[in-house]
């Protein structure tokens, strides 16, 4: 998976790091929301079972939601965060610090206009843009690096991660939801119903 910004290979930017650490973790998230969802279909709706109108759309609502959490988690994954153009060629520290010789552009932080110099990407960064030292690039706005979407959290895909993690909340509230009206629907039936919760 990768972007390339013009005619130079340079410019290529990974945006899926497929890594087996970080595929893992994202294997994970999808067994995890496909247990979530089997769980709630199967156990505290019931829709084998009744396959009433009502569960029906409960079912729907949560599959709707299921969905729009796994479409903002690849556009999460799969975007690209924001990574700072590499140059062409490597700055030259010797050069730079020649300039300016009260500055030691070679270390990390050092500003020339509100712009700093990265010593890792050698390359000039944006203000408020940090070096990621697992996707070993600069990123505009950079917020984190999350296992759980296997990127970078950055400038250009912070609104698909907010996303994720409101359709996440919402998977989550919605199943609470739908087990509290059960138990207040089905407090006085026998205990072999109380167990199927305390299973999941």
Do not use: Q
């Amino acid at each position: 998976f990768r972007v390339v910004h013009g005619k130079y290979p340079e410019f290529e930017m990974v945006v899926c790091h497929a890594t087996p650490y970080g595929m893992f973790i994202v294997a994970m998230v999808y067994l995890l929301m496909s247990f979530a969802n089997y769980a709630t279909v199967k156990f505290v709706i019931e829709f084998e079972d009744s396959k009433s109108t009502a569960d029906a759309v409960k079912v729907l609502v949560y599959h709707l939601i299921t969905g729009l959490a796994i479409i903002a988690h690849l556009r999460c994954m799969l975007s690209d965060p924001g990574y700072v153009p590499l140059t062409r060629t490597k700055l030259n520290f010797a050069e730079l610090e020649a300039k300016s010789p009260k500055k030691d552009f070679s270390e990390e932080g050092a500003t020339i206009d509100d712009w700093t110099v990265c010593s890792k990407c050698e390359t000039f960064k944006p203000p408020r843009a940090h070096h990621c030292r697992v996707c070993k690039r600069c990123v505009r706005r950079m917020d984190h690096h999350c296992p759980w979407v296997n990127n970078c959290v950055g400038e250009s895909n912070l609104k698909f991660f907010m996303l994720f993690l409101l359709y996440s909340g919402l998977m989550c509230m919605f199943s609470l939801l739908l087990v509290m009206i059960d138990w207040y629907h089905t407090w006085n039936e026998p205990m072999e119903r109380v167990d199927i919760y305390v299973t999941l």
